[in-house]
């Protein structure tokens, strides 16, 4: 029997599972020891964690209450390496893991079976991880896409051929699916209107730092990047990266496990005089 999947909203979110199909859902770490992940995040992003519906070894993050992301005590059991994984959300799991090996891309785990729904971490041709989902969504998912303080880049060799790609199996640019853009060579995701990831090209295909090689960067929106830099260093982080733009300041950790994550702080647009026209 196939997994459909299920959006589970409020009564004020009006996003159907034929508007959100082939769009970010979710993002999880696979971390060694749960209660460490528990300690750096809380600490640097001031997350606060509840039990979740996969079992003992997940946990949900909230941020102020609301929930955000997922850890799980996973990758000795999976034998998966300790990262950031973003999670898209399908239709049918097994025939989306079907388009992935169709188009070059490999499958690590899954399909697997959860008490709410098929999951499956794959990897595009160029060796990207990700995970695609199909089943029920956090609570009030609309809203979880629309204020959830994160950001998807795929870092890739060539982001039009991965565009190809992730369009062919997850249904990009399908009618009342996701939308595609092109823009100053960039490719990016829009969903409902709204921006939720880019794809960059000019990484190596082959490097011996895996930092370096085509892989999903999810970066997390903070107040003040200094302050929670500052904290992810006394709790075990490294820092990797550091770049500022007219758009905002980011930085590129480790957390203590080795899996990376970006901490972007948005640069306030000066408010205009009350006279302007």
Known sequence: ??????????????TTHHAILGSPCWVSLAARDLSAAESFYGAVLGWTFRAGSLGERFVVALSQG???AGIGAVAPALQVPVA??????VADADETVGRVQERGGTVGVGPIGFATGRAALVSDRAGAVFGIWAGALVHN??????????????????????????????????????DVRYEDEEVVLVCGGQPVATLVGGTPGS????????????????????????AAVEHGGTVTGCEADTTGDCVTLLDPEGAQLTLFAPRLRPEEPDDAP
């Open 66 to 68: 609301r929930a955000v």
């Open 84 to 89: 950031w994984t973003p999670y898209f959300a």
């Open 141 to 178: 998912f609309g809203a979880w896409r629309r204020d959830a303080p994160l950001w998807l880049r795929l870092v890739t060799r060539d982001a039009f051929d991965a565009a190809i790609f992730y369009g062919e199996v997850l249904g990009w640019a399908s009618p009342g699916c996701c």
């Open 1 to 14: 029997m196939n997994s459909k999947l299920i959006s589970r909203t409020g009564p004020d979110d009006a």
């Open 207 to 230: 490097a011996p730092d895996p930092q370096l090689r085509p892989h999903w960067q999810v970066r997390f929106t903070v107040g003040d990047v200094g302050t929670c830099t500052q």
